[in-house]
Every structure is written in structure tokens, then in C-alpha cells.
């Protein structure tokens, strides 16, 4: 690293600026983002520079769930049915269509913040209420891009997975699938294994669908991470991230698994130089969140030590700091995750074994707070 500048990157102008600044002292090849929230300005920046990028219709789709589904409307069966909204009424009116059970969350947010289950119409007012004490730039900067809009959606059945993969030049990499276990009912994820046990044909749709959906919503030069469940009805797609998969997944459990170096890449595909993709090994790599059983101060994670003497424990790492204040679900819904373990082997089987003592070992030690 040469320089570094620090800037609020939810000021648009300020960020261009500091941009702007840098390409005089420097020939800049690239801008890329890590994170969901700097997708549109990392377009901007790239339109302003004459950098490889993703177009400003491309990253409003990206970033906002209603514009996304709206632009995949000709995928008929693969999309929930949806809505957009933005009270109480308006969700009423909107599930005569969408139907129950369904889901609601904000279209702009990202890391499960604010996904809320209707099951039945007395969940509606408790959820709407809810939602509009969340989605607020006080609550989190998210929500200082699209606000209090919020989409509904069919609730989806079938298992949970993402895919990881580059689109370059408007061709789309598949790297691999990974495979996730989320919480009920505030949809937190807790576990992902790479690469995923769905069988070839599987592998197959939704590696077409995934071209379909990246097609369809015009991304290029970007990384990109779509959710999605896969079961009777073959993919039923949820929402795609351009940017790389957070949780560990790019920056550790795709090497660890596959040999392929994602956060490279992401460098690569923003440079327009060739993607390093091939596999070199064929090896099961997963990760399990220790969670917090109720709120108040973290202490310490009991039981890691016996943990990391474990063959094919690789990392743990403590996603809050020892000491902090912990609220739960859907005070915040970024805190309950207080630590995070990762674990390969050669077997799926071997891998679930080393995942599945996480839960049974690992323990969350809490001192309440306040009379918590």
C-alpha cells in the first residue's frame, strides 16, 4: 500500500473527489469494492476515471432488491412472486398477490438486517412496526441509500445456497456453490460449506440460471454472490451481491477449498487482466458462527482450545471484541455472531463432524447487563 485516505463513502462527492485526487499522482487501473454499500459508488467512480465497471443501471439493480427482481421478470418460475412497499397498508394490499407465508425486508440493506417472516395477518403490523424503527440511518448507515422501502416476497422452500463467481467482459465464472444453513426466524447465517453436496445435475441449473440472472441484470467487470434455494422446483432465486461473499467465504473457505485465489481475482476482473480460476485441489471447507444465547457482555468464547486441537481446524476468529455490549435479534442483527470457526477435510462427512462440535463445544460466555 502507497497511500491511504480515509473518506465517508456514503458522500458521493467527497469519495469522487478523493478519487479524483489519487489519479493525479497515480495511472490508476482499477476500482474495486468489498462491500455491498459501496457498490454504486464504486460504479461512479469507475465511469468518472474511465476505469472497467459496472453500469449505473447495473449497480442500482445490484444494491436495490425491488429494481433487481424487476429486471428478472422474464425468468418467470425462478423469481418468488413480489412487491414493493412501504406501510402497512401497502403489505396488506401487495399479499392478495404475494400470498402467505411470506417475507419482508428493506430493499437497500444487506447482512440479513431486517428480514422479518409473515406467516399469518397478525405477523404484519408487529413486522411493519418493527421495520420502521430499522430501517433508519440511525439504526444503520445502510438505510441511508433507499430507506424505509421495504419488499415482500414469497417464502421460498428448499435448501439454502449461494454462488461465487466473476462475470468479466460479459462472460460469467461459476467458481463453486456453497452450501448454508441460516436462523429461524431472523434468517442470521450460521454455517457454510464449500463446495456444495448437491449433485451434478443440480450443478448444472444453477450454473445456467446464475448466467441467466447475471445476463439479465447487465453485470461485468465484477465479482458477484448470489442467494438462492435450490429443491422441487429446481433454483428459486433470492438476491445477487456484485460484489465478492462475505463470511469468510471468499477470503478463506474458496482457497481452502478449491486452490483459487477469489480476492486476487476480484483484483484481476477490475483490472481486466485473465482470471486465475483452475482448481488445484478438491477439498471440503466450511465454517460454523459460535452465537451469543442472550444478550449482555461478551466475555469469551469457552472451549475454543479444545477446538483448535482438532486436525483440520484452520482460523477462529472473534467477530465482536471481549467486553462489548451484545443485543440480540432484531435489536441488532449484527452482534449475536461472536465468533467464527473455520475447518477443512479431505470428506464432507469429516468436515460436518469437525463443524458439528462447534455448537456442542464452543460456548458464548455472557455477563448480563442492566438486569439483563
Not at 356 to 370: K, S
Request: charged content about 25%.
Amino acid at each position: 500500500m502507497d497511500e491511504f485516505h480515509q473518506v465517508d463513502t456514503y458522500d458521493r462527492e467527497a469519495s469522487l473527489a478523493a478519487a479524483r485526487e489519487l489519479a493525479k499522482s497515480y495511472d490508476l487501473v482499477g476500482v474495486v469494492n468489498f462491500t455491498e454499500v459501496d457498490v454504486q459508488l464504486v460504479s461512479a467512480i469507475a465511469a468518472d476515471l474511465g476505469l472497467r465497471g459496472m453500469s449505473e443501471t447495473a449497480a442500482l439493480r445490484a444494491r436495490n432488491k425491488y429494481a433487481m427482481k424487476e429486471a428478472l421478470r422474464h425468468l418467470g418460475g425462478v423469481l418468488p412472486r413480489f412487491a414493493r412497499v412501504t406501510g402497512l397498508d401497502e403489505l396488506r394490499t401487495a399479499l392478495d398477490e404475494v400470498g402467505l407465508p411470506a417475507v419482508v425486508k428493506p430493499t437497500g440493506a444487506s447482512g440479513s438486517k431486517g428480514i422479518f417472516e409473515l406467516r399469518e395477518q397478525a405477523d404484519l403490523e408487529p413486522a411493519m412496526a418493527r421495520l420502521a424503527g430499522i430501517a433508519r440511518p440511525d439504526f444503520d448507515p445502510v438505510f441511508r441509500q433507499f430507506g424505509a422501502e421495504f419488499i415482500v416476497e414469497e417464502f421460498l422452500e428448499g435448501d439454502e445456497l449461494s454462488v461465487e463467481g466473476f462475470v468479466s467482459d460479459g462472460e460469467v465464472h461459476v467458481v463453486t456453490i456453497t452450501d448454508k444453513v441460516t436462523s429461524v426466524p431472523y434468517h442470521l447465517e450460521l454455517s457454510h460449506k464449500v463446495p456444495s453436496a448437491l449433485p451434478a445435475d443440480a450443478w448444472a441449473e444453477i450454473t445456467a440460471t446464475t448466467k441467466d440472472i447475471v445476463a439479465g441484470l447487465g453485470f461485468d467487470h465484477c465479482a458477484f454472490h448470489l442467494e438462492a434455494k435450490w429443491g422441487e422446483r429446481g433454483l428459486r432465486f433470492i438476491e445477487i451481491a456484485a460484489r465478492p461473499a462475505g463470511d469468510y467465504i471468499g477470503s478463506h473457505l474458496v482457497p481452502l477449498a478449491t486452490g483459487v485465489d477469489y480476492f486476487e481475482n476480484v483484483i484481476r476482473v477490475a483490472t481486466g487482466d485473465p482470471l486465475r480460476l483452475e482448481h488445484d485441489r478438491r477439498m471440503n471447507a466450511g465454517l460454523r458462527f459460535v452465537l451469543a444465547g442472550q444478550a449482555g457482555r461478551f466475555e469469551e468464547v469457552g472451549g475454543l482450545q479444545g477446538l483448535c486441537e482438532q486436525a483440520g481446524v484452520d482460523h477462529v476468529f472473534y467477530e465482536v471484541p471481549a467486553g462489548a455490549e451484545v443485543a440480540l435479534p432484531p435489536q441488532n442483527f449484527g452482534q449475536q455472531r461472536v465468533a467464527a470457526v473455520i475447518a477443512r477435510h479431505v470428506d464432507r462427512a469429516g468436515l460436518e463432524d469437525l463443524l458439528d462440535r462447534v455448537p456442542a463445544e464452543a460456548v458464548a460466555r455472557m455477563t448480563a447487563v442492566d438486569g439483563e
